[in-house]
Antibody, heavy 122, light 107 residues
Framework: EVQLLESGGGLVQPGGSLRLSCAAS????????MSWVRQGPGKGLEWVSS????????LYADSVKGRFTISRDNSRDTVHLQMNSLRVEDTALYYC???????????????WGQGTLVTVSS | DIQMTQSPSSLSASVGDRVTITCRAS??????LAWFQQKPGKGPRLLIS???NLQNGVPSRFSGSGSGTEFTLTISSLQPDDFATYYC?????????FGQGTKVEIK
């Protein structure tokens, strides 16, 4: 069974930074694009960012473009989300999700982790 | 961005009931529509892709239909394990937007 385990969440002040990680197992990580999706308190799901299998191609939601950076380490089966200039509205549960194919156009997430909570507050 | 509107936002039903959830897209998405189930403390679980393709391991009481802008998720006979929140998601565009969710509660 595919496993995705997020970590790195926590409490941070507005303007601060945080780095999320997602450790993947039980599938060939380097063959799949990966994404981050967030769910704010009392809000719905919002796609944040995606990265292709090689890491060459990335996409970002307008709400995080220029502040967040997605990356991956295929030697460690891990994907990261570096979050800078955090805002109160970035407060959310952040999910790591596996795409059903390898390239940046793969937009279907077929497996999700349980999420890591990011709280931005002074 | 394409807006996804689900209805109802919540419903109460009994075990054995037939349940239908509707999802409407603000513009045509062909059949690039997925349905997810989410339980408290868990990440979403993919149930259906391409509007009607049931994922491996998902019970056959779940079905999906529709194309263009109107879609439905049907649970033919609600079971205790089905009480959860359901989300639709369009993946026609890279921004892949979600509906606001439908919470299915026990009557």
């Amino acid at each position: 069974e595919v496993q995705l385990l997020e970590s790195g969440g926590g409490l941070v002040q507005p303007g601060g930074s945080l780095r999320l990680s997602c450790a993947a197992s039980e599938f060939t990580f380097s063959n799949h694009a990966m994404s981050w999706v967030r769910q704010g308190p009392g809000k719905g799901l919002e796609w944040v960012s995606s990265i292709s299998d090689s890491g060459r191609d990335t996409l970002y939601a307008d709400s995080v473009k220029g502040r967040f950076t997605i990356s991956r380490d295929n030697s460690r089966d891990t994907v990261h989300l570096q979050m800078n200039s955090l805002r109160v509205e970035d407060t959310a549960l952040y999910y790591c999700a596996k795409s059903d194919c390898n390239h940046i156009g793969c937009r279907l997430a077929d497996y999700w982790g349980q999420g890591t909570l990011v709280t931005v507050s002074s | 961005d394409i807006q996804m509107t689900q209805s109802p936002s919540s419903l109460s039903a009994s075990v054995g009931d037939r349940v239908t959830i509707t999802c409407r897209a603000s513009q045509s998405i062909n059949t690039w529509l997925a349905w997810f189930q989410q339980k408290p403390g868990k990440g979403p679980r993919l149930l259906i892709s391409r509007a009607s393709n049931l994922q491996n391991g998902v019970p056959s009481r779940f079905s999906g239909s529709g194309s263009g802008t109107e879609f439905t998720l049907t649970i033919s006979s609600l079971q205790p394990d089905d009480f959860a929140t359901y989300y639709c998601q369009q993946y026609n565009t890279y921004s892949r937007t979600f509906g606001q969710g439908t919470k299915v509660e026990i009557k």
